[in-house]
């Protein structure tokens, strides 16, 4: 499995940087909070993933 220990540094659409420079001005918030912000509704917990994780390896492992 891959490992994901390091910061993040990707491209994005330029539709949706657009979008998160402009919402950034918009609340007048800096574009890392709000990011950040963003992440947190969209996605489940960190505890919730890994729970999900290591139910996929049981499946996995139960089909093997």
């Known amino acids: 499995m891959a490992r994901y220990d390091r910061r993040?540094?990707?491209r994005i659409t330029r539709d949706a940087d657009n979008r998160l420079r402009l919402a950034a001005l918009a609340f007048r918030r800096?574009?890392?909070a709000l990011?950040?912000?963003v992440i947190?509704?969209?996605l489940p917990t960190a505890d919730e993933l890994t729970e999900r994780l290591k139910n996929d390896v049981s499946v996995e492992a139960g089909a093997a």
């Open 30 to 32: 800096p574009l890392s």
């Open 40 to 42: 947190d509704q969209a």
């Open 35 to 37: 990011l950040t912000e």
């Open 8 to 10: 993040i540094a990707t």
